[in-house]
């Protein structure tokens, strides 16, 4: 038997411990800490023990375990409960509290790590009521937890709160000479410092917070089992938190522009899809991307991150041409008019961007020309003839988005020419079978002409390595991996990064001087070139990956884009720039289970969503609470107004009502006396784990499943003003008024709470409920603060505002005349449209690929039974073609009788397609305007 | 998780009566009120506990040696495997794999519960695993397919499909 142990390293002081207390021969041999003892074992780890039968123990407890066994001591239940709980519970806060002490050197937090476990040692030892762990006599436990603890409870520096038990335990074992030998050895006499060299070599412990959710292995059905008890440890805990006062701290709200990273914070870089610039984001663009950004960055701000969030709209390429055509207007004044109107959108939805930018300035034109030009020296460009295709009624080259046909891999008939949406290979437009123009429906041709690709295959093993540590390090949604996976796994292809367009970033090289940039090499370096109109240091953020973590945020039809040809971009470009670390994509939200679809009217659109009279927070909290994470999922009215009236006016506002309201009511508008008992404690731990688990999943950006825990809170909150009926209490006796007061005044400090856990979600009526109960500002920033710390933030005496109700409920007939308001404008007895299987409309608009124009989405429309289908489906093309007219000329407000001439034409259409379609040529019923 | 792998074991001593467990703290650390004192907690405590209810103490291990091996591996399973990131599976898998290379049990000559709740809890990360990741890890996945197939363990866990047939046995020819 042969024992390898290393100086300065706490796990060997056990077992030196254990062999001196038990007296065992053994052979002790000191060796590096690198070494590597054990065979089976890629990492060192000591100490091991060599048995005589040459396996090895490489776990301490099991060491310290055999040594007691060896010499016909064996461990005990209880002594098992012991050791287990050391290894699970307490070695962990140790490894971190020795970190903190030893590597950070701020010996004085360790407390914060520590206590807990602490506190539950102390409980168990004075309620046994024994001098030792397991009874009267000094047992392996005894041995083991001693060793363990020796290096913090003999340093009186670490200001660890008084805990008499463990002290006197801890004492009977610091006093026996097998210690203080151990200790020596390993620790030199250097006390904590003794332990820096091996500390230092060992990862940084995850801390407890981030700890339960990095698990690979979790299972999400396990809620399910058993109830969870409180214990005692984690009321004791929630107790101290409680009694922790407010930190004067940098207040959140006031923020210095230019935000630049700083040395020794996490500075976050956020960016959400650039919206396309031709149409009217509805809902599903807003959550997709800039608001679930949105969120992520008020809430990283709460955490005293450094964040910058950056978003623009995209205003290159084809469909901007076409919609300038459309509404007579030059592109520039297209994006100039589009521009303003998703300024305002975000406006109205609070949206606070750091910067709210746009893709067509010179800044993006000088970054794109530099990556270009780097990546032409780099010789990742290559030069080839490319067959396209072009619409000779049309007079022009066809985008991708613009031509249509037959899959070449899986025959599906509306492949677009760039990607099929049924198998979602990617398509050259020319392969497609039997194209078609989707505007004008002829046949294009094809056309031979020069262009640049980007050679993605001679970057494919850099980017690989590259994913590698960036999945595994970073957040990236399962979606985002599982999409980028399957492009890899086809095999990288050159892209062709030129078009033969105007509106767009010019190509610099001479010999390709009518081209602009593709957009979706072009519109990614918007993030580049709209930070830079925000800051002339736009460098520090963007090409300074040690410092910088970037949050990309997108619906997931962007993903390809984001993790593998942008990154391919920069990383051929070889100028240090700061890559994608956390990629966070939404599938889709449907609507009312349809799809939202501008050209038939169907869905709520960004401007429109104002005009319900819905206050924007009651939007943001339904976005977010049916925020397609995981699975796509619907908005739908009658949902919106269940969540309104149950969520939101029933439980969260009711409860925060209430309890402003004793304080009003009962208590002259002051905050009352608390006196906690074991309920009150047990609701503050309950309170404190729900706010624990917001945070672990909010550090994920799981932001739907944060917002649960919040509604959970307030659920708990209810159930404790229900049980305790302050409102009977408040007319009995002194003990009475006195439980009616602790309860009222535990409720409104829970308020406060909610108000700061609210703040990224519904950012006003957070507002307004500090307002009401006068709370400080500084709650702000406390109450997010490591594993969550919720202190009594309103101390006795504290006097409130005006409380007032924070929510209205929607009611029936409101909500029925906004679902029928919104539902399209297809005459009534038209039967329902078939769901088609490709949901793109109701994803978020692509930043870096073109949106069908509102014309072809029309043609979207699945065919219905009728007459003659195929006529039908011509005649629905022809409708909507001639509606987008009728609409252009009133746009540019033409003559009445040109109109109206038009408008006949539509009619006539109209009717046309209703004898197709097999209905009676009824005209459709007169619809208000919708806007 | 963790209760259904006691039930399982229960299932699998034989043990007539089943307990009743709750959880403690966020991590829903079992815990088991047993009728004479003071409740137990903690998943290798309760499973030590009830193997020595069912008399079945050679599943602990046959000798001193063979029950810190044991011993060990149970605590490796609380300790390491639980909550393990991406890449300490990856190190977790390599070092097993190696364990079991000249292994058919982790301890001894004979099935143990060291078995038993390594394979419980590796058993998510095995589902996850595609099947060149499997021959990576050959030792640990014939370990694996053993303790699924032998009697009375698997109880609540799927099976899981381990290994292809193979018909060239090497690379090169």
Known sequence: MKLFVSEGNPHCLKVLAALEVCGVQCDVQYVNHEEKVVPFLSRPALPALLLSSGQHLFSSNAICRYLFEVNGQDSSELCNQWLEWEATVLQPALLEALHIAVVQGKGSEVSKVLQGPLNSLDQSLSKGNTPYLTGKAVSVADVVLWAALYPVLSDSSLALGECKCVKTWFDRGAVMHSFQSAAQKVLQGKGLQGMKSFMQRQPAPRSSQCRDTQQCNSNPAEGDEGERVVSEAEMEAAVLTWSKGLNDGPSTTDRQHPILPQEGKRNLLVTSALPYVNNVPHLGNIIGCVLSADVFSRYGRLRDWNMLFVCGTDEYGTATENKAREEGLTPQQICDKYHAIHSSIYKWFQIDFDYFGRTTTEKQTEI???????????????????????????????????????????????????????????????????????????????????????????????????????????????????????????????????????????????????????????????????????????????????????????????????????????????????LVGHLVATEYLNYEDTKFSKSRGVGVFGDMAKDTNIPSDVWRFYLLYVRPEGQDSAFSWADMATKNNSELLNNLGNFINRAGMFVTKFFDGCVPVMELQQEDKKLLALVGWELQQYIQLMDKVKIRDALKHILNISRHGNQYIQVNEPWKKIKGEDTERLRAGTVTGVSVNIACLLSVMLFPYMPTVSQTIRDQLNAPQSIISTMLQGNGTFVCALSAGHRVGTVSPLFQKLEVDQIEALKKRFSGQQPEDEPPKKKTTAQKAANTQPAAVPAPAAAAAAAEVAPVNGVDPEKAKQLTQAVAEQGDKVRALKTQKADKAVITAEVTKLLDLKKQLALAEGKSPEPAPQKGKKK | MALRELSSLEKFLGLKKPNKYSTQGDKKVPVLQSNNGAPLVGLVTIACHLVKEAKRLELLGDSAESRAVVQQWLEHRVTKLDGCTKEEMKTILKDLNLYLQDKVYLAGNQLTIADTFMYYGIHPLIVDLAIQEKEQYVNVTRWFDHIQHYPGIRHHLPPVAVLRNRIYTGRHH
């Not at chain 1, 780099?378 to 080259?397: P, Y």
């Not at chain 1, 041709?445 to 540590?469: G, M």
């Open chain 1, 368 to 578: 794109a020309q530099d990556i270009f030009w780097r990546l032409h020296k780099h010789d990742f460009l290559m030069e080839d003839t490319v067959e396209q295709l072009r619409c000779e009624s049309c007079q022009r080259f066809l985008a991708d988005r613009f031509v249509e046909g037959i899959c070449p891999h899986c025959t599906y008939p509306e492949a677009r020419g760039d990607q099929c949406d049924k198998c979602g290979r990617l398509i050259n437009a020319v392969e497609l079978r039997e194209p078609q123009c989707k505007v004008c429906r002829q046949t294009p041709v094809i056309r031979s002409s020069k262009h640049l690709f980007l050679d993605l295959p001679k970057l494919e093993t850099q980017l690989e390595q590259w994913l590698d540590k960036s999945t595994s390090t970073g957040d990236w949604t399962a979606n985002a991996k599982q999409i980028t996976r399957s492009w890899l796994r086809d095999g990288l292809k050159p892209r062709c990064i030129t078009r033969d367009l105007k509106w767009g970033t010019p190509v610099p090289h001479p010999d390709f001087k009518e081209k602009v940039f593709y957009v979706w090499f072009d519109a990614p370096i918007g993030y580049l070139s709209i930070t830079a109109n925000y800051t002339d240091k736009w460098e520090k953020w963007w090409k300074n990956p040690d410092q910088v973590e970037l949050y990309n945020f997108m619906a997931k039809d962007n993903v390809p884009f984001h993790s593998v040809v942008f990154p391919c971009s920069l990383l051929g470009a070889q100028d240090n720039y700061t």
